[in-house]
């Protein structure tokens, strides 16, 4: 298992996990923010144009 290119296969794999983990908390984080953007808008503005 320790081959002329396992330094460079097991930093690419790392290097693989750490930007898919770093894009998974990303679009989490960014879930989260605009969920409560939304629900401060529709605070601030209870009444609905289809609501008549």
Known sequence: MTGPHFG???A???IGFVVVAGL???TWVDH???TRALKAL???NPRRR???
């Open 8 to 10: 460079f296969i097991a």
């Open 12 to 14: 690419s794999y790392g």
């Open 24 to 26: 998974i908390l990303w």
């Open 32 to 34: 989260r923010v605009q």
């Open 42 to 44: 529709e605070a601030a």
């Open 50 to 52: 289809s609501a008549r």
